[in-house]
């Protein structure tokens, strides 16, 4: 079965600091992963997808095989960071199977 | 562009009731896939609709069913409401890139 894991619902850290929030995948076909995240007041929007290899707002995420993670980091963070952020499965051709989501909060 | 629009935002029924929720996609995307997203669940796949057509279903029960009209609106019904549907309905509109647009959701709340 498809499935995704964000083992943190909450992570707090200090504004500078880095910033890894985790994601762990079960799939048994070649995986297609992505990160989506929703700030405060707005909507759900990607943020980046495994298969681009770009980094957004800081962002990078690599897609690890072997472990079976798409770890979503950033060196310094920065308060606009603060919002929910979701790991998601592409699931055969047309559906997302996302994780529980984390809540990260940048302090000051 | 505009975006994925959602109508109602807000909605309260009470159980035993039904309720239609609408969404309209953003212009030229024919994919359309709908998900309940609640404290306890998160965000789980309801469906997907493609040219009119149902092309995957979640694990949902048959009270949860939906529609595409050639405009590639959608609308999402739900029969019989359950305290349990309460929840914010996301749609998501598709591109030709994969990359899922989501509208800002109706919240439903069953009493």
């Not at chain 1, 498809?2 to 076909?29: I, W």
């Not at chain 1, 495994?50 to 995420?61: C, D, L, N, P, V």
């Not at chain 2, 029960?61 to 739900?78: A, C, K, L, T, Y």
Request: positive net charge; charged residues 20%; hydrophobic residues 30%.
């Amino acid at each position: 079965a498809q499935r995704v894991t964000q083992p943190e619902k909450l992570l707090s850290v200090f504004k500078g600091a880095p910033v890894e929030l985790k994601c762990n995948y079960s799939y048994s076909g070649s995986p297609e992963l992505f990160w989506y995240v929703q700030y405060s007041r707005q909507r759900l929007q990607l943020l980046l997808r495994h298969i681009s290899r770009e980094s957004i707002k800081g962002f990078t995420a690599d897609l690890n095989k072997g472990e079976t993670s798409f770890h979503l980091k950033k060196p310094f963070a920065q308060e606009e960071d603060s919002a929910m952020y979701y790991c998601a499965l592409k699931s055969g051709a047309q559906k997302l199977v996302f994780g529980q989501g984390t809540r990260l909060t940048i302090n000051p | 562009k505009a975006g994925v629009t959602q109508t109602p935002r807000y909605l309260i029924k009470t159980r035993g009731q039904q309720v239609t929720l609408s969404c309209s996609p953003i212009s030229g995307h024919r994919s359309v896939s709908w998900y309940q997203q609640t404290p306890g669940q998160g965000l789980q796949f309801l469906f997907e609709y493609f040219s009119e057509t149902q092309r995957n279903k979640g694990n949902f029960p048959g009270r949860f069913s939906g529609r595409q009209f050639s405009n590639s609106r959608s609308e999402m019904n739900v029969s019989t409401l359950e305290l349990g549907d309460s929840a914010l309905y996301l749609c998501a509109s598709k591109d030709r890139t994969y990359e899922q647009y989501f509208g800002p959701g109706t919240r439903l709340t069953v009493t």
